[in-house]
């Protein structure tokens, strides 16, 4: 088994969630994570682009599927989640929507919520500097 298999191992059992479940995560193959999984060693080379929606379905970061950060351990399943500012995650989904709606885009749920998390996490901006 590679590294990448033992860390979506490792996750899905962090997370309590069946292979299937991960995927439908991901938004694409139901069947994604199972075939991650069962490909021989040497095999599996998944995109980067599948690595970031695997890593963001899996609640971590691709380095840390792929071995490469030994540091950047899989948050701990049985810490709370931190709190959301109410006010800054209203900001986020507006600042989402608006961004969505400049673009004519059509996002599905996961990806909606992986991009109103990116505005969420962004270093605001004083007014005058934008």
Not at 44 to 51: C, E
């Amino acid at each position: 088994m590679t590294p990448l298999q033992n860390r979506i191992r490792q996750r899905l059992e962090d997370l309590g969630l069946s292979p299937v479940n991960a995927s439908l995560r991901v938004g694409t193959n139901p069947e994604l994570i199972r075939q991650l999984l069962r490909q021989k060693h040497g095999t599996a080379n998944p995109r980067r682009d599948t690595l970031n929606k695997v890593a963001t379905a899996l609640e971590t970061s691709v380095a840390w599927l792929l071995g490469e950060d030994m540091t950047a351990a899989a948050p701990d399943a049985g810490a709370p989640a931190p709190a959301l500012d109410p006010d800054r995650h209203l900001r986020a989904t507006r600042a989402a929507l608006a961004a969505i709606e400049a673009q004519n885009l059509s996002l599905d749920p996961t990806t909606l919520s992986r991009l109103i998390e990116i505005f969420y996490t962004a270093t605001p901006r004083p007014l005058d500097a934008q």
